[in-house]
């Protein structure tokens, strides 16, 4: 079966989270440059270029991974980029969600051995949550295939920034 | 009961409609070696799954050679999943004295 014989570049899994550790880190690091004692102050320039640097590193480590594996195996996996990248599966979105709302909430208070720390935890359980859907994937090939439609990331995008919003406002 | 697709039967074209489901995208050469077919046995089939748009072809490049890349089409998805179940209700009760 074509499924059995498909493998993932080498770090795979742990630079997909190692790029999530560090975006978590910086957009709690940027936030908190902007957030003042009654909710959300101007955004700086560095507040933007740092939350930027986040997307960044996410964005050039997801696209060389994906451009390996492609390169590797001769296949394209929507449900690759949507589960191991995008982070649509609950774990992977719980987990994130989780550790950027504690990272977020540790950087406000200058607490930055809790913003490493959360960062940390949310990349290691967000590159397990790959490595489980990749399990699940050569099991049933079929079924874990397909990415999920454009709707769902939309709407899975709009309720993360509305989630971020509440945070900050109410914090 | 639900008919079995003429364009499915042939085992080889099954084989090629399956691995297809499993990846959204593949190269001309890694599903010939999934499937252990030669280049034209594997066009032939592409040519007449595509006439009946089960499966689409682009051309792309692979390791920095020309090839082509093969998916399934929403229309190939429903007409094997349609051939599946055809096949379970066909078979459905048959019962091989042992």
Known sequence: ?171 | MAELDPHVIAPARLKLMVTLTAVSEVEFGTVRDALEVSDSVLSKHLASLEDVDYVKRRKGVHRGRRTTWISLTPDGRRALDAHIDALHALIDGVTTPR
């Open chain 1, 1 to 171: 079966m074509l499924a059995q014989r498909i493998r993932t570049p080498p770090w795979f899994f742990t630079s997909i989270g190692a790029a999530i550790a560090a975006q978590i880190a910086l957009t709690a690091v940027a936030l908190s440059w902007s957030v003042g004692g009654s909710g959300i102050a101007a955004l700086s320039t560095w507040t933007i270029a740092a939350f930027a640097a986040g997307v960044a590193v996410l964005l050039a480590v997801a696209g060389v991974q994906l451009a390996a594996f492609r390169q590797l195996n001769g296949v394209w996996v929507g449900g690759l980029l949507s589960r191991v990248v995008l982070g649509t599966g609950a774990l992977a979105s719980g987990a994130y969600i989780v550790a950027l709302g504690a990272a977020i909430w540790s950087a406000i208070d200058a607490q930055w051995w809790l913003v490493a720390t959360s960062s940390v935890i949310g990349g290691a359980a967000y590159a397990l949550a790959g490595r489980r859907w990749f399990n699940a994937y050569r099991d049933e090939p079929a079924r874990h295939a397909r990415r999920e439609s454009v709707v769902m990331l939309g709407l899975a995008v709009v309720a993360a920034l509305v989630g971020l919003g509440l945070l900050l406002i109410y914090r």
